[in-house]
Nanobody, 126 residues
Framework: VQLQASGGGLVQAGGSLRLSCRAS????????MGWFRQAPGKEREFVAA????????YYTDFVKGRFTISGDNAKSTVELQMNTLKPEDTAVYLC????????????????????WGQGTLVTVSS
């Protein structure tokens, strides 16, 4: 599986961006797609995920109410709508896919994801 993310850029605090990720290859093996982010000098952290079965979504607390994940199983695409962006949201955002049908406790765990995209940079200025 190959993942290609896009949509990053520079935005002012309070603004919005929409990230997209498309999977190719053995996409039939994907049951969950998600987004993580990594800021300079910090560890990779979970942002959001969507499980195709039941279209269940998962979010980390610091993006709830601001970010929305959506996806199209048939097209193997996932998007992250980010609103009310803050300077602390600045990071490289990474798309990931998993063969697991994630549950709440598993979705934030990076090691459960099998494939990763190259990331797209989001910079939020104050």
């Amino acid at each position: 599986v190959q993942l290609q993310a896009s949509g990053g850029g520079l935005v002012q605090a309070g603004g919005s961006l929409r990230l997209s990720c498309r999977a190719s290859g053995r996409t039939f093996s994907i049951n969950t797609m998600g987004w993580f982010r990594q800021a300079p000098g910090k560890e990779r952290e979970f942002v959001a995920a969507i499980r195709w079965s039941g279209r269940k979504t998962y979010y980390t607390d610091f993006v709830k109410g601001r970010f929305t994940i959506s996806g199209d199983n048939a097209k193997s695409t996932v998007e992250l709508q980010m609103n009310t962006l803050k300077p602390e949201d600045t990071a490289v955002y990474l798309c990931a896919s998993s063969a697991m049908r994630m549950i709440t406790s598993a979705a934030p765990i990076a090691s459960y994801y099998d494939y990763w995209g190259q990331g797209t940079l989001v910079t939020v200025s104050s």
